[in-house]
């Protein structure tokens, strides 16, 4: 599982074929997007943890990283008045995922760093290509969103210490 721009571009194609209202196609592209991200994004972390002593001596988890999935309560782009417009709009729609970790790992849910995306106009000759060519930009701009601030945990028995869960990549 992992996020690709041309599976992306033809969902997006699919979910506004033949729609000519330009909000119900902003709607409709909005759901695409939400629906590929949550279902193809992964977040990777990493750490290092310890058992606390007393007995045994202390012990490194042997898990030094794990994947969590994303999950958006509210998703909408909106209706951008221009592609320049459409950047910061997905930025701010994809900033307000919430990262949701495997059972195992007690780690307050992560989050997206804010980082501005760019979309620019392809000069593309048709729509596939066109497309194409902002899912990878879309994709490229979410994998570039890399929280730096570390998430404190456990992964019982072992506790994280300082600084705590990194997120090193997200696909």
């Known amino acids: 599982m992992a996020m690709d721009a041309d ?3 033809q969902e997006i194609m699919d979910e506004i074929n033949e729609i000519d209202d330009p909000g119900d196609a902003a709607k409709a592209f909005s759901k ?3 629906a590929h991200i949550e279902d193809n994004c992964e977040v990777d972390y990493s750490w ?3 058992r606390p002593p007393p007995p045994p001596p202390p012990e ?3 898990t030094t990283d794990f994947t969590s ?3 958006f309560p509210n998703f909408d782009v909106g209706n951008p008045e221009s592609v320049d417009a459409w950047g910061p709009m997905i930025t701010t729609a994809v900033a307000g995922g919430i990262i949701k970790h495997p059972s195992e790992f007690l780690v307050p849910p ?3 760093a804010p980082i ?3 979309i620019t106009e392809s000069d593309a000759d048709n729509m596939e290509d066109a497309w194409k060519h902002v899912a990878k930009e879309i994709v490229d701009g979410i994998k570039n969103m ?3 601030t570390p998430l404190p945990g456990s992964h019982p028995p072992y506790v994280v210490p300082t600084p705590g869960a990194i997120m090193t990549g997200i696909s």
């Open 7 to 9: 599976d992306l571009a």
């Open 32 to 34: 695409a997007l939400k």
């Open 48 to 50: 290092s943890a310890l």
């Open 60 to 62: 490194k988890d042997s």
């Open 69 to 71: 999935e994303v999950t």
């Open 110 to 112: 992560g989050s997206f």
């Open 116 to 118: 501005p995306m760019t």
């Open 146 to 148: 890399i929280n730096p």
